[in-house]
């Protein structure tokens, strides 16, 4: 079987990004395959575990992932699902969900990291086979990596969606959240305490990211906090993703290339504050270049160099 540097695992689908203006335009998108598309672009070999259509909109998301390198392993659906991503007035978007996720009982692919989140964690019944999935891998010492990226409009069960999160940050090695996920799973919590609790429960690194503000980094040695790169945002679509896929790349790109999953673990468990600090400034640079420019287009190797 085929080993990944990274497997992603959730939802893919289209996003209609309505701008202020009420002009309307789709592009695909989706958290899980924003990541893995970032990894692409960053030259990792990632798959995508997904859930798509045979559909017009299914095949576009798959040559848009094709493009970058992404491999997509496929649960078919009626159709493909959507995302209306309402923009205001500074580029920040709201969602509204058109979306089914389950998975098909199939063969895992084999990587050294397997990263998931977002709707796929907490929409049954996909949910449920997704946590038995990190299980597994996570016992076969595979790599976890979580970003909760809450959807409030798709939850339907508050308590169970927490005791979800709960349950995945405790399983990951990498965590990475925004501010506004924070504060729905924690109103009104100060952010850098509530990613030290978290560091208590599992991971080695949690990531808290604050938008134009920048981001902080927990780890076991304290708090390394890096400002936002000053931009002119056009959107903020695939934002976190972007930070996300880059915390992974950075990740892998220390480790090495013939890094087994231990050893990738082995290697963020060891990151000091120095490494930390270039990490997540490389993933924060990544994201601004995302926001500079419309819809979930993380920025290639290249642009970074």
Do not use: C
């Not at 893919?12 to 695909?28: C, Y």
């Not at 389950?102 to 998931?116: N, V, Y």
């Not at 208590?200 to 076991?220: D, M, N, R």
């Amino acid at each position: 079987m085929t080993r990944y540097d990274v497997v992603a695992v959730g939802e893919a689908l289209v996003d209609i990004v309505r701008a202020s203006d009420g002009v309307e335009a789709e592009a695909p998108g989706g958290s899980p395959a924003n990541v893995a598309l970032t990894l692409g672009r960053r030259g990792r070999s990632v798959a995508l575990v997904t859930r798509l259509g045979d559909d017009e909109r299914g095949a576009t998301v798959r040559e848009w992932l094709a493009e970058s390198g992404v491999e997509v392993v496929v649960t078919p659906a009626e159709r493909t699902s959507t995302a209306l991503a309402v923009l205001d007035a500074s580029g920040a978007a709201t969602y509204e969900f058109d979306l089914r996720w389950e998975l098909a009982d199939q063969p895992f692919p084999d990587a050294r990291i397997l990263h998931h989140g977002s709707i796929a964690s907490v929409l049954t019944p996909g949910a449920d086979t997704l946590e038995a999935l990190v299980e597994a891998a996570r016992d076969a010492s595979t790599v976890i990596s979580y970003d909760p990226n809450i959807r409030p409009s798709l939850i339907e069960d508050e308590e169970d969606a927490r005791e979800r999160v709960a349950r995945h940050i405790a399983a990951a090695d990498l965590v990475k959240a925004s501010d506004e996920d924070v504060e729905w799973l924690h109103p009104g919590a100060d952010p850098q305490e509530v990613a030290q609790a978290w560091l208590e429960e599992g991971p080695s690194l949690v990531v808290i990211t604050a938008g134009a503000a920048g981001g902080f980094a927990a780890y076991p040695g304290g708090v390394v906090g890096v400002p936002a790169p000053s931009v002119r945002v056009v959107d903020t679509v695939g934002a976190g993703d972007t930070v996300m896929g880059a915390l992974i790349a950075g990740l892998i790109e220390l480790s090495g290339a013939e890094a087994s999953g231990e050893d990738v673990r082995a290697v963020l468990a060891s990151l000091d504050a120095a490494a930390i600090e270039a990490l997540l400034e490389q993933a924060l640079a990544s994201a601004a270049i995302t926001v500079s420019r419309p819809g979930a287009d993380p920025p290639w190797s290249a642009e970074l160099s």
